[in-house]
């Protein structure tokens, strides 16, 4: 018997320079080309600079740094996908996150599916899981808030 | 003096940065400034004498990094303890806040001064964005290359 649809878990599969983040869908606003964006000064090495997404300044961070201390440069590939904000952070507080690809939307049928897990000792990344052929990490979204607003 | 409800726009190096112009005391053109004679010697490019005070200007490029070099124009003094500090700028222009739109934005990662972050929003202007300063973060930040200044001239004099 197949699962209800309510036990289906929505996901993107979002390809970094060396790895993939397993995301769910719920997370993403949107997925963009890139666009120009400005540095900011001063500010981290992850910190990739400032984009007018739907004319509000959003910040773009290199998730590939938190998992392999590399700062991979932008491919002909490359797009930016859109966090709405963490939870507790303001309304205002999107980020942004380069990829390597474009991100593939994944349903899972259930969070079984989800079980086959790696050994995993980097902070942020809360779980890493086996799928097919290659492994993923999902965020780790209180390490990711600490990082990020480490003042609040 | 400025008026209260407009901001700054100053130009460094060939970007823009905005700034409230409530946080700032006085915009005091190059020729009324005693410029510093030995710059490659100093952080401080010019002072603003003020009575018996001096109150020292830094230029910054756009990466916000000391610089030096003859082509700005004025000075934006912000008010601060225990006296007001000033930025140099290659251009400055005021803006009435109605002309402006500016939309808040949370710097990540840790803030680069005691006192906070040095940006607070961007003015959205089509493609174009343009970083608002927050007052106190600038303040910090040109206070944090003066006290460097100060060890500095101690260590020079010891």
Redesign the interface.
């Known amino acids: 018997m197949k699962p209800p649809i309510q036990d289906r878990i929505h996901t993107m599969i979002v390809p970094l320079a060396g790895s993939y983040l397993l995301v769910p869908s719920a997370l993403i606003a949107e997925v963009i080309n890139i666009?120009?964006?400005?540095?900011?000064?001063?500010?981290?090495k992850?910190?990739l600079g400032?984009?007018?997404w739907r004319?509000?300044?959003?910040?773009v961070?290199c998730f590939d740094f938190f998992l392999t201390s590399d700062l991979p440069p932008a491919g002909p590939r490359s797009k930016i996908v859109i966090f709405y904000p963490l939870p507790g952070?303001?309304p205002?507080?999107f980020?942004g996150v380069l990829t390597s690809g474009e991100p593939q939307p994944r349903t899972f049928s259930d969070a079984q599916a989800l079980s086959n897990t790696v050994e995993n000792d980097n902070p942020y990344a809360a779980v890493t899981v086996k799928l097919e052929t290659f492994v993923a990490s999902i965020p780790n979204l209180e390490t990711l808030k600490a990082?990020?607003?480490?003042?609040t | 003096m400025t008026e209260l409800d407009q901001y700054l726009r100053i130009g460094l190096w060939g970007v823009e940065y905005l700034l409230p112009s409530s946080a700032s005391i006085s915009i005091e053109q190059r020729d009324d400034l005693i410029l510093n004679d030995e710059p490659a010697d100093s952080n401080i490019t010019a002072w603003r004498a003020v009575e018996s005070e001096r109150w020292p200007a830094f230029y910054l490029n756009?990466?916000?990094e000391l610089t030096r070099g003859d082509d700005w124009q004025r000075a934006v003094f912000l008010e601060a303890r225990p006296h007001p500090i000033g930025l140099i700028a290659d251009e400055v222009e005021l803006l009435p806040r109605a002309d402006v739109h500016v939309?808040?934005?949370?710097?990540?990662?840790?803030?680069?001064t005691p006192r906070?972050h040095?940006?607070s929003?961007?003015w959205?202007r089509g493609?174009?964005?343009i970083?608002l300063f927050e007052p106190d973060g600038l303040i910090s930040?040109l206070q944090k290359l003066g006290e460097a200044e100060n060890i500095r001239q101690t260590r020079r004099i010891e």
């Open positions: 666009a120009g964006f400005i540095r900011v000064p001063r500010s981290e992850w910190m400032l984009l007018n004319a509000r300044p959003v910040p961070v952070r303001k205002w507080d980020f990082t990020f607003y480490p003042d | 756009a990466e916000l939309e808040p934005f949370t710097p990540l990662g840790p803030p680069p906070g040095l940006f929003g961007a959205v493609n174009q964005l970083l930040y």
